[in-house]
């Protein structure tokens, strides 16, 4: 089960240069809770170490946000910022789209709440489910309407309060995941630079690799739901791991192929922050030099749809690339579901 976005699968969007239309990322925001949950705060309430974590994942902090918090108070400050970053007033907004796995309420999305928190009155808005995927499936959607003339100005939000999902006394994922947000501003370009193309793939029977039983109709919210722990998020790590690294250079030589360029021309290698040893073998296998493979898990862990946006506006303030550059990013998590987009930034 397979499709993609503005690619060459069935399904595809148009080809680069059928429209004179692009969408180019003009500002970028990030966000994450000022609470740091340690290694050492964790060797406290799991049997656990610093030296395995950071052997075997490279985290050594997360951000917790704070008890009450909602996802849209995050994206609102990521949001603030990549506003600001691109000098767009919310009320010129089109679009709000936010990805993520842990929502506000199941309904009303959390577009919507964003929506009404920054002002974008003459927006739509909507979630998009893809868990870690979901901010680059996101950016393909506001990609594909700016393309297809449904809004000139988009707001493009991964942002996750995974806490509220993680068991901490399940060692195996309480290690890993963190809070945060990350945003992007899409602003209709002409042909040339921009998104250039992005790739979206799922596979649906893989689902039991990495899922959150509770919460839905399946296992609607019950004291013996919350007594089965079925409100967390349950991993096959290892397997999860190996369908990982496979997927994410299957994804990321796609773009370079669907654009006819190397990984030589790649300023900047972005991916999902999930795992140190993931990336490197990534890195390894697409054969790019280290320095030019992006990585920030070691303070914020996996913050899930918030990765990819977090680290994307982690390295423009650190000046990890310039106007006319190119940045790959891919992503993969639940669903199971990948994805990669390649950028002129
Ligand atoms: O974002 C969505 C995508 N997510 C991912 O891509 C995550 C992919 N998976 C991973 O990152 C890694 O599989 C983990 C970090 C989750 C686990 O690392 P691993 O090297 O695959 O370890 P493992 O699950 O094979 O476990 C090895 C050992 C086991 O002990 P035994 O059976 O060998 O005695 C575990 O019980 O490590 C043990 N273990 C731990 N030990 C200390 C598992 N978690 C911990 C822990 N501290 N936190």
Same mark, same amino acid.
């Given at each position: 089960m397979s499709n993609a976005a503005n690619g060459t699968a069935p399904g595809a969007g148009p080809s680069p240069g059928d429209r004179p239309i692009r969408a180019h990322v003009t500002g970028w925001? $990030?966000?994450v809770p000022s609470q #740091? *949950?340690? @290694? %050492? !705060?964790l060797e406290k309430m799991v049997d656990t170490n610093d030296e395995w974590i950071t052997e075997r994942t490279g985290i050594k902090t997360r951000h917790i946000a704070e008890p009450g918090a909602a996802n849209s108070d995050l994206c609102l400050e990521a949001a603030r910022i990549a506003l600001d970053d691109a000098g767009?007033?919310? %009320? +010129? *907004?089109? /679009? #709000?789209i936010v990805g993520t796995l842990t929502p506000d309420m199941p309904f009303p999305a959390t577009a919507c709440f964003l929506q009404a928190k920054i002002g974008a009155t003459r927006a739509y808005g909507m !979630? *998009?489910?893809a868990a870690c995927s979901g901010f680059v499936y996101s950016l393909s959607v506001a990609d594909a309407l700016i393309r297809a003339g449904r809004g000139k100005k988009a707001l493009v939000v991964g942002a996750e309060i995974l806490s509220s999902v993680v068991d901490y006394t399940d060692r195996s994922t309480c290690i890993l995941f963190g809070d945060g947000a990350g945003a992007a501003v899409l602003t209709e370009c002409p042909e040339g630079d921009g998104v250039l193309s992005c790739h979206l793939h799922s596979d649906g029977n893989l689902w039991k690799l990495i899922y959150c039983p509770g919460g839905g109709t399946l296992h609607p919210y019950s004291p013996e739901m919350v007594e089965q722990r079925l409100r967390f998020i349950r991993m096959a790590g290892n397997e999860t791991f190996k369908h990982a690294v496979l997927r994410m250079v299957e994804v990321s030589n796609e773009a370079l192929t669907r654009n006819g360029v190397t990984i030589d021309d790649v300023k900047?290698?972005?991916?999902h922050q999930a @795992? *140190? $040893? /993931? /990336?490197? #073998? #990534?890195g390894? $296998?697409?054969?790019?030099? +280290? +320095? $030019?493979?992006?990585v920030d898990l070691e303070k914020y862990g996996n913050t899930s749809a918030a990765s990819i946006p977090i680290a994307l506006a982690e390295a423009k303030a650190q000046g990890r690339f310039a106007a006319g550059d190119l940045v790959l990013v891919v992503a993969f998590g639940g669903g199971l579901t990948w994805a990669s987009a390649l950028m002129r930034m």
């Open positions: 925001g $990030r966000y #740091v *949950l340690t @290694n %050492a !705060d767009v007033d919310p %009320a +010129e *907004l089109d /679009i #709000v !979630d *998009l489910s900047l290698f972005i991916p @795992n *140190l $040893r /993931i /990336i490197q #073998v #990534v390894k $296998r697409l054969g790019i030099p +280290e +320095e $030019r493979v992006f």
